[in-house]
């Protein structure tokens, strides 16, 4: 059954702002079956900010549990940090509810963000809004889900690999990540500091450049209606082993973009995929297991990483540790993999600005599936063919990842089973602002 009553920020200033903040806390409640939350504020607590205290005064926001917030636990989704406060909020966080907004709850996630299923085990698996059987997307399922069936307006997550866009296309609503370090960095269960980035689920993308404002504290972009855009289109690569059905609903969107005046232009990326396969895992592997002890040292009574390990429920995410810690990465190694992503952005600069004219954004699908069935944690079936569930998944969301590249999902139609299949647009490092502004053009395009 259809569970996505969306609500965005134009329509959530219906009556006073304690009744939207008391409603959001029911709504999160009236949808525990999905595990959308790992935690929830007492509605005798919710605060809005005073009348006039900025432009998101009285709206409800829930953020994934592995960013830091002063009034809420940060579980990381794992058993050794349950009920651990930080005692603190992330940047965006605070920047937040420095114009307004109010935190309602934590979302749940993947086990320590590290995957793209949200089946934790710890905390029990988060399940899809239309058809619970299947899995939301990771690693920020709890908080796509939230967005998705009307909780909130707009909720928080992290990316490291894909963890915004994956579950934001599977949901069908806007995921935004945004280059890294523009939303701050620190306060946060982390992953590897050159990947992980908290970015941003939405029912539009008028949402998202309202949350960039607040955040970044950027003025937003304007395309002026008269310019044409110019898409980039990576075939190889990024459109190679998807669904049929995703194949069909991508293209059918780029029709409808060509038929409305876009310039479509073929691009080369195959570099994409294999400069990330050399570099892209070993730079995750090398920094979690510098920047994770790290972060629980400094909580104010936080566990060893020994401990931390002992305690992971979910086999692959035990399995990803154990191999970080079984087969460490050299400084050596690193560098050398940090040289390597230096030629990989410099890979999709050399794609987003030829030398016959800049492309405004890179387009391609977000994933190359549909939402897979919870519990497909290894391989998952394609069309008949039996694929990789993580390699699958993140074939065109982890390249401009560990480029440090900024990307959004939008919502590209549904399969003949109703499950959403998402558009991505990515555009250079730092170019945010331009990056949304065309996504809010291709937006319209496409409604």
Request: aromatic content about 4%; charged content about 20%.
């Amino acid at each position: 059954m259809a569970r996505l009553d969306r609500l965005d920020l134009s329509r959530s200033r219906g009556g006073t702002a304690v009744e939207r903040l008391t409603d959001a806390a029911a709504r999160a409640h009236a949808v525990e079956d999905l595990g959308a939350f790992t935690a929830v504020a007492d509605p005798a607590t919710l605060t809005p900010g005073p009348p006039g205290s900025g432009v998101l005064a009285g709206i409800p926001v829930a953020v994934k549990d592995n960013i830091d917030t002063a009034d809420l636990p940060t579980s990381g989704g794992t058993p050794a940090l349950h009920g651990s406060r930080a005692g603190r909020d992330h940047p965006a966080v605070a920047r937040l509810r420095a114009a307004g907004a109010t935190v309602v709850g934590k979302t749940n996630l993947h086990e320590l963000a590290f995957g793209i299923t949200s089946n934790n085990a710890a905390y029990g698996p988060v399940r899809h809004p239309l058809d619970p059987s299947r899995s939301p997307g990771g690693s920020s399922g709890g908080s796509a889900v939230a967005v998705a069936t009307g909780v909130v307006p707009v909720a928080l997550g992290t990316d490291t690999g894909g963890s915004v866009r994956v579950p934001a296309a599977h949901c069908g609503i806007v995921g935004f990540r945004p280059t890294v370090g523009r939303w701050g960095s620190g306060a946060g269960v982390p992953l590897s500091s050159t990947r992980d980035t908290v970015g941003a689920l939405a029912t539009s993308v008028a949402d998202v450049v309202l949350l960039d404002q607040v955040v970044a504290d950027r003025a937003p972009a304007v395309v002026p209606a008269a310019r044409q855009l110019r898409l980039g289109v990576p075939l190889a690569g990024f459109f190679d082993g998807l669904h049929p059905e995703v194949s069909d609903r991508v293209g059918e969107a780029l029709d409808r973009l060509s038929d409305a005046g876009v310039v479509l232009v073929e691009t080369d990326l195959v570099a994409g995929h294999e400069l990330d396969a050399r570099c892209g895992f070993p730079i995750v592997f090398a920094e979690v297991v510098r920047e994770l002890p790290r972060y629980l040292a400094g909580l104010p009574a936080g566990p060893s990483f020994e401990e931390l390990l002992a305690q992971v429920a979910s086999p692959d995410v035990r399995g990803a540790l154990e191999h970080a810690v079984g087969e460490p990465v050299t400084d050596e190694v690193l560098r050398e993999c940090l040289a390597l992503r230096d030629e990989l952005r410099e890979a999709y600069r050399r794609v987003l600005q030829p030398e016959d004219g800049p492309v405004d954004a890179l387009v391609y699908p977000t994933v190359p599936l549909p939402a897979p069935p919870l519990g497909d944690d290894v391989t998952t079936d394609l069309a008949g063919r039996d694929v990789p569930v993580f390699a699958t998944t993140v074939q065109n969301t982890a390249p401009g990842s560990t480029a440090g590249m900024p990307a959004v999902s939008l919502p590209c139609g549904q399969t003949g089973a109703g499950l959403p299949v998402g558009l991505s647009l990515e555009g250079l490092p730092d170019g945010d602002s331009a990056l949304l502004a065309v996504a809010r053009r291709v937006e319209q395009l496409l409604s």
